[in-house]
């Protein structure tokens, strides 16, 4: 601490203003209306004039009372800004003297003759105000070149958001969350909630997974061979820094994830991209070259819907296990299917390890609570786990039990149920109003996922429409935005997940009016 003496000393004719002091520039400094704390303000124009040297190295700063009567604040303010001052090492205490800028050399020696120690005294060095060139310091991303998904952060403003990538409110089941929640903070879950694990998961959560959610996909697996993931964002960005080198070939769908084709490029990827047409992705044969890595949406390709037939699937496996290719199985939203049985996982029908799944609770829990998970072999999650240690280290312990729990309980297929059986209503009444309100015909929609894709004639504008359609309080998602390479105008994604059921049919007539007024244009 400083001593009170210290903070109070009076330099000779203080009430004279120093002349390295510009009372006139501190007052830009403080700002009354801001939420920084106003010794905090006075501390960082004190500390910007010492490392400019406006404070000479051989003199007292100015004591609290002068310095509060320039500046209009009161001196427990000016007391509390000396006392950062010197805990950052910038200014130091001396007895009966004053605070003194740290750049004050030591005294010299006392002379042998007993001569008193003489000041040395350092140059004043101005040091010039120059701001950071960040736009010099930043490396230009990789991925600059590529579009870019409509992210909607307003959606909640728009009566009808059609979109499927979040949640609709009021369907979210809150109170069963609630409990797991503060399950997870009682008794014998606390410790798992909140502790460091470094390098471990939660055993509950693993378990559930691999008791609960895989099996139905067809995967059977031992928990060495899971890994918790925030989202299946991180996981594939951790797959792509394990997998992904300067110019390896990945094969992506086209159109296909936006976000997955940033990752990749990120990591040094050469793009492929494989045509999607009503059997899902086909292989190219046009020359390109032959990928090291396979990304694909086989349940509900993103963005069409489609599903990867049976022998597609047959010749993606026999065509990895020819060229010794890894195949990523980003399995979003597979449990929402209304009609018929969910095709099998690739994972299931993989016999040689090359198939890495990616599972995710975002599409029914809440996009908001970030949890997904990849399934691979043994030595590639011990990988994907030491890679992730030094990035966050885990997944939240709270959120980890939580789910576990949530699971564990029942909780989550009875939710599962409900949300599935509304969701088909919704699809129902979003086809039927599509084609009530389409002014040309609609293609059979996938019975599945969370939105419909919609193409039409060679004039249809999808992007155009989306404009219209926006102003008048309708959000949908344009589908030139899913194209990496050739795109076309005449799609446009319409989502089901976030608006509410009696909504869809208004919705929809208004998005109808904008396609009508588009063709016209």
């Not at 400019?52 to 001196?75: K, Q, Y």
């Not at 001569?115 to 010039?128: G, S």
């Not at 399950?183 to 909630?193: E, F």
């Not at 043994?378 to 990035?391: F, G, K, V």
Request: without cysteine.
């Amino acid at each position: 601490m400083i001593g009170r003496a210290a903070l109070e000393t009076h330099m000779p004719n203080s009430s004279i203003e120093p002349p390295e002091f510009d009372a006139t520039r501190a007052r830009q400094y403080l700002d009354p209306e801001s939420k920084e704390a106003l010794f905090q303000q006075v501390r960082r124009f004190l500390e910007q004039s010492l490392l400019e040297g406006r404070f000479r190295a051989n003199r007292p700063l100015p004591s609290s009372r002068h310095l509060a009567g320039v500046l209009g604040v009161s001196r427990n303010t000016v007391n509390a800004a000396y006392q950062e001052l010197v805990a950052l090492g910038l200014v130091e205490s001396r007895p009966r003297s004053g605070l003194y800028p740290i750049a004050q050399p030591a005294l010299e020696p006392r002379a042998i003759r007993g001569l008193q120690p003489t000041p040395r005294t350092a140059p004043v060095t101005t040091v010039p105000t120059r701001q950071v060139d960040w736009a010099a310091k930043l490396p230009t991303p990789r991925d600059a070149d590529l579009p870019h998904a409509a992210a909607h952060a307003d959606w909640t403003r728009y009566p009808f958001p059609f979109l499927p990538g979040q949640p609709e409110l009021r369907t979210f089941p809150a109170r069963g969350w609630l409990r797991a929640l503060n399950t997870a903070l009682a008794g014998p879950h606390l410790a798992a909630s909140v502790r460091d694990a470094v390098d471990d998961d939660d055993e509950l959560l693993v378990d559930a997974i691999r008791r609960e959610i895989l099996p139905p996909r067809g995967i059977s697996v031992g928990s060495e061979e899971i890994i918790v993931t925030s989202g299946a964002q991180q996981a594939l960005t951790l797959l792509a820094e394990l997998l992904v080198q300067e110019g390896t070939a990945v094969a992506v769908e086209n159109p296909g994830y936006v976000d997955a084709w940033h990752i990749f490029r990120r990591a040094g990827a050469e793009l492929i991209p494989r045509t999607v047409d009503a059997q899902g992705a086909r292989r190219d044969e046009d020359g390109s070259p032959t990928p090291s890595l396979v990304y694909v949406t086989p349940s509900h390709q993103h963005p069409t819907n489609v599903t990867l037939s049976y022998p597609r699937r047959a010749a993606l496996l026999r065509e990895a296990q020819l060229h010794d290719q890894l195949v990523i199985e980003d399995d979003y939203d597979s449990e929402v299917r209304f009609k018929g049985r969910p095709t099998p996982s690739l994972k299931s029908l993989d016999r040689t390890g090359r198939v890495v799944y990616v599972g995710t609770f975002s599409k029914f829990v809440a996009p908001g609570i970030r949890l997904g998970f990849v399934v691979a072999d043994a030595a590639l999650i011990a990988a994907l786990r030491e890679r992730r240690r030094y990035a966050t280290k885990h997944p939240p312990g709270h959120l980890q039990r939580a789910l576990g729990l949530f699971i564990e309980s029942g909780e989550y297929h009875r939710s599962l149920r409900q949300h599935r059986r509304h969701l088909a209503r919704k699809w129902e009444v979003l086809t039927a109003s599509l084609e009530e309100h389409l002014p040309f015909p609609l293609d059979p929609p996938a019975a599945g996922g969370l939105s419909v894709w919609v193409g039409g004639p060679p004039e249809f504008d999808g992007t155009r429409v989306t404009e219209l359609a926006r102003e008048r309080g309708v959000l949908v998602d344009a589908g030139e935005r899913f194209y990496l390479a050739d795109p076309e105008r005449r799609h446009v994604r319409i989502g089901f997940n976030s608006i509410a059921l009696e909504a869809i049919p208004r919705g929809i007539e208004i998005l109808g009016g904008a396609i009508r007024d588009q063709l016209a244009e």
